[in-house]
């Protein structure tokens, strides 16, 4: 990995990519893990997801809300779904965050420890054709993300954890 990492400003800054098959895991296995530094706290800041312009339709959203847990939400064609760490980050140290779907449970590692659990047994994930972005939901162009993002994957059909670990 290189020496570098990318700083969003929290009012505009992001990465898209096109919509691709990669980015729909249905209701198979999926990870998406990241470090990050946070630069503010007590608002909602998105760090990646699929979603129209009008916030409908979210698909694979991480975020952080005003109380700064990490969450994990997504929509099942019916309803969002969504998975909350059991602890806030409240400082501007570098944590690395996992969050893996693992058969039926989803798991939210901080730091390589689980810090939420939920059962996700018959959930599908919608198949969104919206950008995937980092730095803030899709195309709803609100709630970026402020500070850096580093190493950011998406692995498809991969549970990369299943129990603690130490961050790579």
């Known amino acids: 990995f290189g020496t570098a990492s990318g700083l969003l400003d929290g009012t505009g800054d992001y990465i ?5 098959a990669d980015f729909s895991v249905g209701n198979g296995n999926f ?9 503010s706290f007590g608002t909602f800041q998105h760090i990646c997801g699929q979603c129209t312009s009008a916030g409908s339709y979210i698909t694979n959203n991480v975020w952080f809300r005003d ?11 019916s309803i969002n779904v969504e998975y909350v760490s059991t602890i806030a980050i409240t400082d501007t140290n570098w944590h690395h965050y996992a969050l893996v779907r693992d058969s039926n449970t989803i798991r939210i590692f901080i ?31 609100l709630e970026y993300f ?3 993002i580093d190493e950011f994957r998406f692995s498809k059909g991969v549970a990369r954890w299943t129990s603690d670990f130490t961050p790579p």
């Not at 659990?117 to 803030?136: E, H, N």
């Open 16 to 20: 898209q990519t096109p919509d691709s």
């Open 31 to 39: 990870t998406i893990d990241f470090w990050a530094k946070r630069n």
């Open 67 to 77: 109380d700064n847990k990490i969450r994990l939400r997504y929509y099942n064609g």
């Open 111 to 141: 730091d390589g420890v689980a810090r939420g659990t939920g059962d996700c047994t018959g959930s599908t994930v919608y198949d969104s054709a919206q950008p995937l972005v980092i730095g803030r939901i899709g195309s709803y162009a």
């Open 146 to 148: 402020n500070g850096w």
